[in-house]
């Protein structure tokens, strides 16, 4: 009898420790159901960047009627800001903003005149870009778009007496990554090539008005910081 009554004890335990298992399962569970991971606000669709940004003209040129006629151009370095507009997750619009100062050399025939003059540029430059978004926090992206460029603050020096090159558009390629260290900081790499092949004017001591080509076509080189809104 007391065997019997034992048993009976250790039965209705065990069955105690199972339904007690089972309603800590259901708990579990009912709270897993009703918690949820707190959701990330969905980022801005406008990005921004601050680069330091390398000018770098491919010389070349000529000033009309006169053969063998070349130019140089000088390099230089400016900082830029970018700014971005995100469409969709692959597909954005970019515009860029920076001025800098470059030197106009003669060069071949001409090159006995040493500096021909300067002139600040401004070549505000609008691409659309395809970002690739498999790559984690690499994200590459290339871009294709149109630029024009103003000539401003120009300058002669002699025997160059006066210097006008002419505003003109320009066509643009680009290919560059972001590398993202959360979802708004990162840095950034870009490289983009203008073509571009503006006129120019100018008065020369001793030969008088002449014109030509002045064919810039520059890779624009940046790296810098991105944020993303």
Known sequence: MKK???G???AAGLGALVAGEAVAADLSESYKAAYKAPVEAPLSPWMIRVRALGVLPTDG???????????NYSNSITPELDISYFFTE???AELILGTTKSNVYGAGTINGLGKIGSTWILPPTL???YHFTNFGAFKPYIGAGVNYTIFYSQSADLPTTDLSVKNAWGFALQAGFDYM???HWGI??????IFLEPSFDATVSGVGAVSGSADLNPWLIG???TYRF
């Open 4 to 6: 019997f009554g034992l």
């Open 8 to 10: 009976v004890a250790l």
């Open 61 to 71: 040129g000529s000033v009309n009627g006169i053969m063998g006629s070349d130019l």
């Open 90 to 92: 692959n597909f954005a």
């Open 127 to 129: 691409t659309l870009q």
């Open 181 to 183: 260290f959360d979802r």
């Open 188 to 193: 950034n790499v870009d490289v983009k090539k």
């Open 223 to 225: 790296a810098g910081v």
